[in-house]
């Protein structure tokens, strides 16, 4: 995940390097470079997974609103390769016929914000599904009338719809009855409105991500109810994010090293200059290790989740200890004196704030322990964590481990999740 190290001039990475864009219009039109025919972005999970990570993570040192472009593309697409693999995907007329065809994922949801989806058609009959056929189950629905059903349409009101006026087609999760689904959406059909004069931030500013309404809007199912958020590929998503809070992380820290290089530093500067360098190894090697996972298959079901809540916070809190070291060792001067930095620094600090902060900290605590209870075994030994006599070294251990974490605790002896001592260290 080191930014400047020699990669492949064929992958994903060296592709970004040779074109870093200047505007959302070249951000989306390296987007679908990357995934048109013959393009260089790998899909997670199939071996390539860090040079994804790396190129996302280029993009954002350089621009983190060029990486907020692109990412949802790269993970739109990626989406819909899982979906074919469980079956038919049935996208709107234009998506199938334009060339550079540009995407976006709408699925967050919000207070007072409801988008409901409803058949625009009669279920076929029964009889007139191939019952035996489990892709027209798995693509469309979960009974024989679903799975024939291709046609739906959206109304109500999605929040948070990033670059949505300017975007051909998202994938929009909808609620049908008490579950969401996900559906592709062609963005210039007659219903679909961006909301005016939402878009008040200070930090990417050029990608405005309010709300869209949807008055019966066409959409056609994109894999089955509930299937977008228990795919295998649902925490991967959240990670490639987190890649690009790194890249930030990484644009932001570029002008204290600067400043450290132009002069003779204080001791301060370069204090800063150490925390900074040891918080960005931490997130690059949570992104590496992930990556590993993901590409061997370990990731999915629990242990993706704790994976990606993991990575998640790991590369957060770090980019939160850059901005602070970096905000405190230059004061106000760069943020006042230098568009860049300023933009920089506004940009990653408005997209850190997609994370839940302390709300998630506690949700990564819970599946912590949660692995550690679907682990424990009737034959238990006492492990000495840091703060008593010993601390034991695991095989497998996190880096990111207990080491702040003093006592004993009692743990399964052998087997659960492949590590040792407590379940998820």
Same mark, same amino acid.
């Given at each position: 995940?080191?930014?400047?190290?020699?990669?492949?001039?064929?992958?994903?990475?060296?592709?970004?390097?040779?074109?870093?864009?200047?505007?959302?219009?070249?951000?989306?039109?390296?987007?679908?470079?990357?995934?048109?025919?013959?393009?260089?972005?790998?899909?997670?999970?199939?071996?390539?997974?860090?040079?994804?990570?790396?190129?996302?993570?280029?993009?954002?040192?350089?621009?983190?609103?060029?990486?907020?472009?692109?990412?949802?593309?790269?993970?739109?697409?990626?989406?819909?390769?899982?979906?074919?693999?469980?079956?038919?995907?049935?996208?709107?007329?234009?998506?199938?016929?334009?060339?550079?065809?540009?995407?976006?994922?709408?699925?967050?949801?919000?207070?007072?914000?409801?988008?409901?989806?409803?058949?625009?058609?009669?279920?076929?009959?029964?009889?007139?599904?191939?019952?035996?056929?489990?892709?027209?189950?798995?693509?469309?629905?979960?009974?024989?009338?679903?799975?024939?059903?291709?046609?739906?349409?959206?109304?109500?009101?999605?929040?948070?719809?990033?670059?949505?006026?300017?975007?051909?087609?998202?994938?929009?999760?909808?609620?049908?009855?008490?579950?969401?689904?996900?559906?592709?959406?062609?963005?210039?059909?007659?219903?679909?409105?961006?909301?005016?004069?939402?878009?008040?931030?200070?930090?990417?500013?050029?990608?405005?991500?309010?709300?869209?309404?949807?008055?019966?809007?066409?959409?056609?199912?994109?894999?089955?109810?509930?299937?977008?958020?228990?795919?295998?590929?649902?925490?991967?998503?959240?990670?490639? &994010? #987190?890649?690009?809070?790194?890249?930030?992380?990484?644009? =932001?820290? *570029? !002008? @204290?090293?600067?400043?450290?290089? /132009?002069? %003779?530093?204080?001791?301060?500067?370069?204090?800063?200059?150490?925390?900074?360098?040891?918080?960005?190894?931490?997130?690059?090697?949570?992104?590496?290790?992930?990556?590993?996972?993901?590409?061997?298959?370990?990731?999915?079901?629990?242990?993706?989740?704790?994976?990606?809540?993991?990575?998640?916070?790991? &590369? #957060?809190?770090?980019?939160?200890?850059?901005?602070?070291? =970096?905000? *405190? !060792? @230059?004061?106000?001067?760069?943020? /006042?004196? %230098?568009?860049?930095?300023?933009?920089?620094?506004?940009?990653?600090?408005?997209?850190?704030?997609?994370?839940?902060?302390?709300?998630?900290?506690?949700?990564?605590?819970?599946?912590?322990?949660?692995?550690?209870?679907?682990?424990?075994?009737?034959?238990?030994?006492?492990?000495?964590?840091?703060?008593?006599? #010993?601390?034991?070294?695991?095989?497998?251990?996190?880096?990111?481990?207990? !080491?702040?974490?003093?006592?004993?605790? /009692?743990?399964?002896?052998?087997?659960?999740?492949?590590?040792?001592?407590?379940?998820?260290?």
């Amino acid at each position: 995940m080191h930014l400047s190290h020699e990669v492949d001039p064929r992958s994903a990475t060296a592709v970004v390097r040779a074109r870093l864009p200047r505007s959302v219009a070249d951000s989306l039109a390296l987007a679908t470079d990357l995934t048109g025919r013959g393009g260089a972005a790998p899909v997670p999970g199939a071996g390539s997974t860090a040079d994804l990570w790396l190129a996302l993570a280029t993009l954002a040192a350089h621009d983190v609103g060029a990486a907020r472009a692109v990412e949802p593309h790269l993970d739109a697409t990626a989406i819909l390769d899982q979906a074919r693999e469980a079956g038919t995907v049935v996208l709107p007329a234009r998506a199938s016929s334009a060339e550079g065809f540009t995407w976006g994922v709408f699925a967050a949801e919000g207070p007072g914000a409801k988008l409901v989806a409803e058949p625009a058609e009669p279920a076929e009959p029964a009889d007139r599904v191939d019952p035996v056929d489990p892709a027209a189950a798995s693509t469309t629905g979960g009974g024989a009338g679903d799975a024939a059903r291709t046609s739906w349409t959206l109304s109500g009101t999605k929040p948070w719809c990033s670059l949505a006026g300017v975007l051909d087609g998202a994938l929009v999760t909808a609620w049908v009855g008490d579950e969401r689904r996900l559906f592709a959406v062609d963005l210039r059909e007659a219903g679909v409105e961006v909301v005016p004069g939402a878009w008040h931030a200070r930090g990417l500013v050029e990608i405005p991500s309010g709300p869209v309404t949807f008055a019966s809007v066409p959409a056609t199912p994109v894999g089955e109810p509930g299937w977008y958020l228990r795919r295998p590929g649902f925490e991967w998503g959240g990670i490639a &994010v #987190a890649a690009c809070w790194y890249g930030g992380a990484v644009g =932001v820290a *570029g !002008a @204290l090293l600067r400043s450290a290089v /132009a002069r %003779d530093p204080d001791p301060w500067v370069l204090r800063a200059l150490g925390v900074v360098d040891e918080r960005l190894g931490d997130a690059r090697r949570a992104l590496e290790e992930a990556a590993v996972a993901v590409d061997s298959g370990r990731a999915v079901g629990q242990e993706a989740r704790l994976l990606a809540k993991r990575t998640r916070a790991t &590369v #957060a809190h770090a980019a939160e200890d850059v901005l602070a070291a =970096v905000g *405190g !060792a @230059l004061g106000p001067a760069p943020l /006042a004196s %230098d568009p860049e930095h300023a933009k920089r620094v506004a940009d990653l600090e408005l997209y850190l704030r997609q994370r839940h902060a302390s709300k998630d900290d506690a949700s990564l605590g819970g599946a912590v322990r949660d692995a550690a209870v679907a682990a424990a075994m009737p034959e238990a030994v006492e492990v000495t964590l840091p703060g008593g006599p #010993a601390a034991p070294d695991a095989p497998g251990a996190s880096p990111r481990g207990p !080491a702040d974490v003093g006592g004993t605790v /009692a743990t399964a002896s052998s087997g659960g999740t492949g590590t040792a001592g407590i379940a998820p260290w």
